[in-house]
């Protein structure tokens, strides 16, 4: 089975300083169709304004990535952790039993334009946890780079959940391709630009959920930009 997620079809907040499509429920956004996708339970594509941000909140038991797409992201939290994540950056919060965190723009003068994912962990009340790393575009520029997983694969984020996040940067005309197991299911979202998937476009925010599906995932490029793609448990 293909679940099919339209960027047009996605919740939309907007604020003085914050733009933010929602893939799945979060906030004021509810539908209870889209509640998640397995382990998989928030992708929100936020676009914040020079200056803005989100002011200390809490958070518990969830696996909280940030990939940062275009401009600065300053954090700051509970546990001593603060700095400023840059474009290619990725960082990881494992929220574990609690958490206080800020996320502001690292900037006065250009908005930050970013994905927050959200991972349910494998068990909870976990002591929180902090890992940032930067993957250079060069690094999966037509092919796939691991961002987190597990075991921290190929010196990736290292998670607390049996999960494998992984990206790909796609010219036009360039190509991946990834064997889908049945016993798992994934999930495609395009971050920006645009690729072809079985003669059909998908442009940025589009995604595809895979269940029981057997064969070949491929790729192709149309528009240069980023791909993720979630394996996650069935």
């Given at each position: ?139 999966r520029r037509g092919r796939w780079a691991v961002l987190a997983s597990p075991e921290g694969e190929g010196g990736s984020i290292a998670i607390r959940q049996q ?72």
């Open positions: 089975m293909i679940v099919e997620r339209p960027a047009a079809e996605r919740g939309d907040v907007a604020l003085d300083w914050l733009h933010s499509h929602h893939t799945f429920s979060f906030g004021h956004y509810y539908d209870p169709a889209w509640m998640g996708f397995g382990v998989l339970r928030v992708i929100n594509d936020d676009t914040v304004a020079p200056g803005g941000g989100f002011a200390p909140h809490r958070h518990a038991n969830m696996e909280i990535i940030s990939v940062v797409l275009e401009g600065t992201l300053a954090h700051q939290d509970s546990t001593g952790n603060a700095g400023v994540i840059r474009a290619g950056d990725v960082q990881w919060m494992s929220a574990g039993h609690g958490i206080e965190h800020s996320e502001y723009n690292g900037s006065n003068t250009e908005p930050v334009h970013f994905l927050q994912i959200w991972i349910q962990p494998d068990r909870l009340n976990y002591a929180p946890a902090y890992d940032q790393k930067h993957f250079s575009p060069d690094a999960v494998k996040l992984s990206a790909a940067r796609l010219v036009e005309g360039a190509s991946v391709q990834v064997a889908l197991d049945p016993t798992r299911r994934y999930w495609l979202h395009v971050a920006t630009g645009a690729v072809q998937y079985a003669g059909r476009v998908l442009h940025a925010g589009d995604a595809l959920g895979f269940v029981e599906e057997t064969g070949v995932l491929t790729l192709q490029g149309v528009a240069e930009g980023d791909v993720l793609l979630f394996d996650l448990p069935a």
